[in-house]
């Protein structure tokens, strides 16, 4: 008995810490939504042409319409997450933006967003991928042209090539994040939606 009491007390002190994890997911999403909305933004006229455009881009309807949807949601929503204010509701439209983003750009390209033939998500055991299995000889080609034309250590130095897979492994990551923010909120003492809702309740 005193093992589960002592239990219970610890997570009893854990429950009041609850606002931290949320809080970490928030300052994780921030940023990364922050940048693709700017990005979005700031070109917007090329971005509407790749949402539109059926034969190089994503052949959307309304391109027009559905950049500066995605582009607001990302860009306002960001700010928002950040300080926790409206985290449930910003969190909805950022999860619609991130199941779009995963259906119509990055599925068709398989798990992996880093090319990697070693994975077990690339040997055909889960999405199987052609252009992941390629990824060692695009990998090597590669190679030859940076060490005969370009200075290679240099190029290294911080780490090896790699190829760009473009799976659906970020987005899909962001989207976890993002449900997981619909369910919990901003957080307990982290955010801004927790304040208010307490001096709501003590005005009520």
């Known amino acids: 008995?005193?093992?589960?009491n002592q239990y219970s007390n610890i997570i009893a002190k854990l429950n009041k810490l609850d606002g931290i994890p949320t809080l970490f997911i928030r300052l994780y999403l921030a940023p990364v939504f922050i940048q693709a909305g700017w990005a979005k933004l700031s070109n917007f006229e090329?971005?509407?042409g790749w949402f539109g455009n059926a034969q190089w881009g994503l052949g959307l309807p309304f391109p027009e319409l559905l950049v500066a949807l995605a582009a607001g949601a990302e860009f306002i929503?960001?700010?928002l997450i950040l300080i926790g204010l409206g985290t449930r509701l910003v969190a909805i439209p950022l999860a619609v933006t991130m199941l779009v983003a995963a259906t119509t750009v990055h599925l068709k390209h398989g798990w992996l967003a880093i090319a990697d033939p070693q994975?077990?998500?690339a040997d055909g055991t889960l999405f199987l991928n052609e252009r992941?299995?390629?990824a060692q000889?695009?990998?090597q080609m590669a190679i030859s042209i940076l060490q005969e034309y370009g200075n290679y250590e240099w190029l290294?130095?911080?780490g090896s090539i790699t190829i760009l897979n473009n799976g659906v492994e970020f987005a899909v990551t962001y989207l976890v994040m993002v449900i997981v923010l619909i369910f919990m909120g901003g957080g307990r003492y982290t955010s801004f939606d927790y304040y208010l809702a307490r001096k709501l309740r003590m005005q009520a």
């Open 137 to 139: 000889e695009k990998k």
């Open 77 to 79: 929503g960001g700010f």
């Open 132 to 134: 992941v299995l390629e």
């Open 119 to 121: 994975s077990w998500f």
């Open 1 to 4: 008995m005193n093992i589960i």
């Open 46 to 48: 090329s971005t509407v």
């Open 156 to 158: 290294t130095s911080s």
